[in-house]
């Protein structure tokens, strides 16, 4: 693997998981949370994003044909899920959800699984990517090298996660509340995409 096709792999993960893009919407999915509880949940969140995007990456395809599922199908899948949150912020019900469940365990209400973990970080697009470029390598080490740039990616994303706190004093309350809404519509129109995408995947669009 030449450095042009190091610095394209780096690219392509960085744009398709958008680190920055990330970030407003880790601070809106964990507005009201203390600091040290959004340290873990941007670890865990980013762990858990590893793990999947190696797992993929070694082994995706042949994880996705054994369990009988393919890559739209995936998608379609990720989509909804993802729909499913973005109602979560257009309506405010994480907030909800966290004040009736105040004298309940900190992890009641976790996001860093679901949906930061998955689908947001390691989304459709993100496994799909690291597949073909796991598949286009011809050696072990250049195996090793795409991984190691995914692994850069992630430290991006963590680095802009662990900034959140700063960035929600900035916005104040009224701001993240018009952030969340707002892209709490972005969430559902790329779920809807992910949704579309998936179904011509199929042919059935």
Known sequence: MTVTDAITAFVALFVVIDPIGLTPVFIALTTGTA???????????CLVSL???TVFGLAGEAVLEFLGISL?????AGGILL???ALDMLFDR?????????DSTPEADDPSVFPLAMPLIAGP????????????????GEIVLIHAIMLMVLA???ALFLLAGGLEKLLGA??????????????????VQFVIDGLRALQVV
């Open 35 to 45: 600091a040290r509880p959004r340290r873990v949940i941007a670890l865990r969140a």
């Open 51 to 53: 793990l999947l995007l």
């Open 72 to 76: 739209p199908a995936f998608r379609i």
């Open 83 to 85: 729909f499913l949150t």
């Open 94 to 102: 994480r907030k909800q959800r966290r004040e009736g469940q105040a």
């Open 125 to 140: 697009g993100a496994i799909a990517t690291m597949i073909l470029l796991a598949g286009s390598a011809t050696t072990p």
């Open 156 to 158: 991006c994303v963590l």
């Open 174 to 191: 009224v701001g993240i509340n018009v952030v969340t809404r707002l892209l709490g519509m972005l969430l559902a129109a790329l779920s």
